[in-house]
């Protein structure tokens, strides 16, 4: 008999409700986005912006983002999106600071790779290779400001190394229990 256990902190696995080391991945990058909120409350026109883990599903940065509850943009890999143009991020991102002088943007790795100069490659794993789309937007929302001669002042953080290192929480470690116990049983 074979038994498959769903472990990847992404929760990218079709037909099933949670995988193990989702709870405590997303409960780390709750606390980024707490980081990047009061780094972005203090400056005038503070932006924070934060890569998360999510090469092909957004769910780490949307559950993240929900519980965190002061993000104002959440950009995921399923959700194509628009730099330029009225409804663009970046006009987007200038109507935000002008309301409320401060943005928190969350972006999941996989995210805008459509507006990046990307090729076939893979990695040793055979995943399609990703641009660093938080650093080409740290980049292009800096020259919009600047274009527009609006002081901003952008932090990014990118806590992945953080999230993946971090021991299991509690809900992890009793959800890895359980479904151990049951694949014996099986």
């Not at 503070?46 to 929900?66: H, P, Q, T």
């Not at 628009?82 to 969350?106: D, P, Q, S, W």
């Amino acid at each position: 008999a074979v038994v498959g256990i769903p472990k990847t902190i992404d929760n990218d696995i079709m037909l099933l409700d949670k995988s193990f080391g989702f709870e405590t991945a997303f409960g780390v990058a709750v606390q980024a986005l707490k980081c990047a909120h009061i780094e972005a409350l203090g400056s005038m026109n503070g932006i924070g912006l934060v890569k998360l883990m999510g090469r092909d599903s957004g769910f780490i940065a949307c559950y993240a983002s929900l519980a965190g509850s002061n993000v104002d943009f959440v950009l995921i890999p399923e959700v194509p999106f628009e730099l330029h143009g009225e409804g663009g991020l970046l006009e987007r991102l200038r109507y935000c600071l002008a309301r409320k002088r401060n943005a928190v943007i969350v972006l999941a790795e996989g995210a805008g790779q459509h507006l990046l100069m990307a090729d076939d490659a893979t990695d040793a794993s055979g995943n399609r290779r990703l641009v660093d789309i938080g650093s080409f937007l740290k980049e292009r929302i800096n020259a919009f400001f600047q274009e527009r001669k609006i002081e901003c002042t952008l932090k990014y953080i990118d806590p992945s190394h953080m999230i993946r290192s971090v021991p299991a929480n509690a809900a992890d470690n009793f959800y890895c229990s359980q479904l151990a116990h049951n694949a014996v049983h099986a």
